[in-house]
């Protein structure tokens, strides 16, 4: 059992840049990771995933070029740097992970993932 533990969030303005974590705990950490978004009224949306070393990304195209997924397994945390960020960013983010994986694939389903974190808010405003 893992549990995660998003943090970061918060209110910036088009344009600014926010840096959320995932802290995981309860075992050596070596799984596959990714973040997911919710919106109001809209469904929870994949954003970007990691592979269990870090050495294999993958990214939604409305943040490719905007957004960074990394990791650092000595301290079991996965970072997502929102750069650009832009008001239909404004959504409550999710860490999401999995043992369930094979070598380099990545998942963009949430129902692929098993573990999830409680989520942290961020809001675009000017």
């Known amino acids: 059992q893992v549990q995660l533990v998003e943090s970061g969030g918060g209110l910036v303005q088009p344009g600014g840049s926010l840096r959320l974590s995932c802290a995981a705990s309860g075992r050596t950490f070596s799984d596959a990771a990714s973040w997911f978004r919710q919106g109001p009224g809209k469904a929870r949306e994949f954003v970007a995933a990691?592979?269990?070393?870090?050495?294999?990304?993958y990214y939604a195209d409305s943040v490719k070029g905007r957004f960074t997924i990394s990791r650092d397994n000595a301290k079991s945390t996965v970072d997502l740097q929102m750069n650009s960020l832009k008001p239909e960013d404004t959504a409550v983010y999710y860490c999401?992970?999995?043992?369930?994986?094979?070598?380099?694939?990545?998942?963009?389903?949430?129902?692929?993932?098993?573990?999830w974190g409680q989520g942290t808010q961020v809001t675009l405003s000017s």
């Open positions: 990691i592979n269990w070393s870090g050495s294999t990304t």
């Open positions: 999401a992970s999995t043992t369930s994986y094979s070598g380099n694939i990545l998942f963009t389903r949430p129902v692929q993932y098993t573990y």
